[in-house]
């Protein structure tokens, strides 16, 4: 299983990043794809997910509205669309994967990325 997540950098505060999430290894169609991240000094938390067997999305309260979650089942890659990006959106974002979207809520996915660095300044 390999993830290629790209798209992160350094933007400012309003300003707007897409990340990927080029996936292989498994079969594609058939999981939940989810983006965590993790600030410095604090923990992992889940920020969207979406189940590509669903078509169901979810969006973690902090991000609803801002963030869109989107999947290209025949480019086996998951994209985040980030508008209005906060300071404290400062995070590494992983994506993963997992046959289930119910293991979003405890971070119990069965594969994941290395992560991509996104910083926001104010």
């Known amino acids: 299983v390999q993830f290629v997540e790209s798209g992160g950098g350094l933007v400012q505060a309003g300003g707007s990043l897409r990340l990927s999430c080029a996936a292989s290894?498994?079969?594609?169609?058939?999981?939940?794809i989810g983006w965590f991240r993790q600030a410095p000094g604090k923990g992992r938390e889940g920020v969207a997910a979406?189940?590509?067997?669903?078509?169901?999305?979810w969006y973690a309260d902090s991000v609803r509205g801002r963030f869109t979650i989107s999947s290209d089942i025949a480019k086996h890659t998951v994209y985040l669309h980030m508008n209005t990006l906060k300071p404290e959106d400062t995070a590494s974002y992983y994506c993963?994967?997992?046959?289930?979207?119910?293991?979003?809520?405890?971070?119990?996915?069965?594969?994941w990325g290395k992560g991509t660095l996104v910083t926001v300044s104010s």
């Open positions: 290894g498994f079969t594609f169609a058939d999981y939940a």
């Open positions: 993963a994967a997992d046959a289930s979207l119910l293991s979003i809520a405890n971070l119990n996915m069965e594969y």
């Open positions: 979406i189940s590509n067997r669903a078509g169901i999305t």
